[in-house]
């Protein structure tokens, strides 16, 4: 900051000589000197000094801290003290102006730099303060969104004129009192008296949100549904110094976010179809090329094909055909369940009898050779369900343990009803890869694969199948899962759905 201008007040001729050849050695530009306080005011107006150098005891009626107190507010300009008193009297008076160094005489060169330069520095971080405070300010006034701010102890501090109008209080009216007085709020619905969100982020130190049908009586007690945040205001980590609430009219727009939200469902739609086109023509696409192949290769060699060879290209054909089975009945349950149409029809069944048919079914299907031990674990199995659903949910359940199990992998299939609890807990747990612990929460999301699997066929859609079956019967699934060890699916389903 060398070079900077600096004005000298001081009553003593040859100390402010003194002070000002000191300055100059040290590269600052000397305005001028002032002997007394309206002699200092009318210099500073005159030569707009970057800092003021000013002894508190001078010649005339207005002493140095007055003069420095003019200086400070109406001009802005920071002010460093220099005097020989440093009494607790006199520091007193001089905190008064704010001033940005007090430095007792005697004093060296050096520790006239010192304040000079912290002076300067503390006076342009001021600045830069003062001007991303009146941004901000700016900012928060020109805001179509409510804003009121507080301190810990729930007091407003700011209101800003979106809130003013909303609330129905004006800004005089509003600072100096508890938030609760000026954002009450209810449910929309009983009217019940809701916790105000200041006191919330209070106590739970974190940001909360007002919930749905939530509404704000004004001051003149009229009725208006809002939405909110409200956020904590921290001086450091762990030290909240306040709360903002940023709240919003939605009388008018409730309609608009009614469209607004339409419009994602449809745009997520749209992704969603583009997504599953480009799925289901690349499954499509690897039994359609297997069948083209084989077929191929059965008229080239025509007659000539040896019956071991036809029976191969014959068992590639027919898994072909039946991996788009598959697909297809995938497909159309999606289709059925997106449009609302799946049905739960249940019927009286034996779950046991049902489990062991499943399997036996599957076995003839799946071309990979794995053992599948099934248990149960119960006397009385008897349950009342869909058994079309459950044909899709322990089908694609017992396909993913073949698909991610090594070859030869044992699959462990477990039945236990429960007639006490009126549940039946299924179990099938395979030793395949498993699931990393990043992938389990999005398991159950339409084409979500997880990562340890993109180079293994599928779509992405068993699972999602799975829990619309499950969901069906008012069940739930549980998973549990360790890379390299195997994965555990457990369902749980109400005999009597």
Known sequence: MGQARILVVEDEVIVARTIASQLSQLGYIVTGTASSGTVAIAKALETQPQLVLMDIVLKGEMDGITAAGYIREHLDIPVIFLTAYGDDHTLERAKITQPFGYIVKPFTIKDLRIAIEIGLLKHQLELELRENRDQLATLLNSMSDAVIATNEQEIVTFINPAAQMLTGWKEKDALGKNVTDILQIVDEVTEATLENPVTKVLREQQVVYLGEFTSLITKDGKKVPIGDSASPLKRRPDNISGVVVVFWDLSERRQTEMLEQALDKEQELNRLKSLFISTVSHEFRNPLTVIQTAVELIEIQGTNLAESKKHTYLKRIQGAVQSMKKLMEDVLFMGRAEAGKLECNPALLNLEQFCQELIAEFSTIESRPHEIIFTCHSHHTDAVMDEQLLQYLFGNLLSNA?????????????????????????????????????????????????????????????????????????????????????????????LNN
């Open 402 to 494: 073949v698909k991610y199990s090594p070859q030869g992998g044992q699959i462990h299939f477990d039945l236990t009803c429960d007639s006490v609890a009126g549940v039946a807990t299924f179990q099938i747990k395979d030793q395949g890869i498993g699931i990393p612990e990043a992938d389990k929460n999005r398991l159950f999301e339409s084409f979500y694969r997880a990562s340890n699997v993109k180079t293994i066929q599928g779509t992405g859609l068993g699972l999602v199948i799975v829990k619309r079956c499950i969901d069906a019967h008012k069940g739930e699934i549980k998973v549990t899962s360790e890379l390299g060890v195997g994965t555990t699916f457990t369902i749980i389903l109400p």
